[in-house]
């Protein structure tokens, strides 16, 4: 009887170990794992691309932990001889919750990081621009999407050593697989079509057209029956089977500058979380009927998002407001909003990422990493103020030191038009008009821009030094290669 006791005792140790290890019953886990209550063991990581960094968030009480540091801010990582990480940009993590795996476009890198110590562990480098990294359901293969170039690389899941590469059309964008480990779906970024893939034998046994050439994000339900994928360039989201013949289930209309989408399941049912970057939104949709069940006003400019391992929030960051905001999933509803590092991407939320201590070893503060400057721009002739959801473009100005990495989020421009951000010397757009970045729109009249310069001590009041020259941020159409009439402006964000 006493051996009996001990056996089942033993027994139920293992079974409640197995679970601490294993993927929880929500994405990118299936709906039969248990699923893993809120907790100080687990983790919010977020990929920072203009401070080469990664925010470590405790979601239990919502407070960061500090930055794992992979590189630094501009200009030093200008040198030819620079050995850290650039563009920190793409996450995904094992299914032990043990290692997140961290790419970095500029550097072609993916950093294998400890969970419980931060600590980088390896460092393997691909081919050119690779945007995101994630483990197979057993952890054997990492798959890489080498976004650059035509083919994914499949990294041996215990040394991080590349032992093969999928060919696939040009420019991968991101990798998802099915719960139960039988597909990798890959969608594009450069070509109209997502390829399904076996993952026994590396094969492609599918292809999906995509509505689009420009997918940078794909996710799967936890019950093995759906993939959803969006399209940045004309802000549609799809949906289609993910059982063979693979076939087009439904297209949404969600929106300028639609970034990732992922799954929830919760008391209410099985829900798509989709961020909609030129409406600073993220939308909500059953994953049964397709209806949309709420829109929720996030911040500028939400990027990357993932859900708690119980399904009862969703962490969302904002690339533009340099913030991680938590929602209830049952009420979608904001309950925090933390302050992070630059320009956050990727978002991964890890159960049970720090079995033991405080997690804080090899972190640093966040410093420099979270200062920037947040200015709107509006339509000529409709006012000198504006608040954030208002506003069609958001400008954020991430500090480097002297200089700042500029970013808009740009939308409510006419399509496949070319433009310029400049600057003007008028606050109505009047005046000499000098060019920072000439850009052209998407399909949906869109854009992201970048410029690298001095820029805030120009254009924000009260930051210059007595004798510079007060100019303001415009928008203009591009005629005959010269700035037109400015269509949007610079305004006071109001109060």
Not at 244 to 271: E, K, S, W, Y
Not at 412 to 419: F, S
Request: charged fraction near 15%; charge should be negative.
């Amino acid at each position: 009887m006493k051996h009996t006791s001990l056996l089942t005792s033993a027994l139920t140790m293992a079974a409640l170990t197995a679970a601490q290890f294993a993927w929880a019953g929500q994405a990118p886990g299936s709906s039969s794992d248990p699923d893993i209550p809120v907790s100080h063991h687990d983790r919010v990581y977020a990929a920072e691309q203009f401070s080469n960094t990664v925010s470590v968030i405790d979601p239990a009480d919502n407070r960061v932990v500090g930055v794992i540091r992979l590189g630094d801010p501009s200009p030093g990582n200008f040198s030819p001889l620079y050995k850290g990480q650039l563009l920190v940009h793409g996450m995904g993590y094992s299914p032990d919750h043990r290692t997140i795996a961290v790419v970095s476009i500029g550097s072609n890198s993916v950093s294998f990081i400890d969970t419980q110590t931060n600590a980088v562990k390896h460092v393997t480098y691909v081919g050119r621009s690779p945007h995101e990294a994630f483990f197979t359901p057993d952890g054997k293969e990492v798959w890489v999407t080498v976004r650059g170039e035509n083919y994914v690389a499949v990294l041996d899941g215990t040394t991080f050593e590349e032992k093969s590469r999928i060919t696939v059309p040009a420019g991968p964008g991101m990798q998802i697989f099915s719960p139960d480990g039988k597909y990798g779906y890959v969608c594009s970024s450069f070509n109209p079509e997502t390829e399904v893939i076996s993952v026994a034998d590396h094969k492609i046994v599918g292809t999906v057209k995509q509505a689009s050439p420009f997918c940078p994000d794909i996710a799967a339900t936890p019950d093995g029956k759906q993939i959803w994928f969006t399209l940045k360039d004309v802000g549609k989201t799809q949906v289609f089977d993910a059982r063979p013949p693979f076939g087009l289930i439904r297209t949404l209309d969600t929106g300028p500058i639609t970034n990732h989408v992922n799954i929830v399941h919760n008391a209410n049912g099985t829900f798509a979380y989709v961020t909609v970057g030129g409406l600073n939104q993220v939308k909500v949709f059953r994953t049964d009927d397709f209806s949309q069940v709420s829109t929720i006003s996030v911040g500028n400019l939400p990027h990357g998002l993932w859900p708690s391992g119980d399904g009862s929030r969703i962490y969302v960051g904002l690339e533009n407001a340099d913030a991680m905001t938590a929602i209830d999933t049952l009420t979608n509803r904001v309950i925090a909003t933390v302050p992070i590092g630059q320009a956050p991407q990727a978002v991964t939320y890890v159960p049970n990422a720090v079995p033991e201590g405080d997690g804080t070893q090899n972190l640093q503060p966040l410093g420099l990493a979270g200062q920037s400057t947040h200015l709107v721009l509006v339509p000529v002739g409709s006012g000198k103020s504006a608040d954030v959801a208002s506003a069609p473009t958001t400008v954020a100005l991430f500090d480097q030191g002297l200089v700042q990495v500029l970013q808009a989020a740009v939308t409510g421009l006419q399509p496949k038009q070319p433009y310029v951000l400049a600057l003007a010397d008028n606050a109505d757009g009047t005046g000499n008009i000098e060019a920072l970045a000439n850009f052209m729109t998407n399909p949906a009249g869109s854009a992201i821009v970048n410029a690298l310069g001095q820029i805030r001590q120009l254009v924000t009041p009260g930051v210059g030094t007595a004798g510079d020259r007060h100019r303001y941020l415009v928008i203009a159409p591009q005629v005959s290669g010269k700035p037109g009439a400015p269509v949007q402006v610079q305004a006071l964000l109001a109060s």
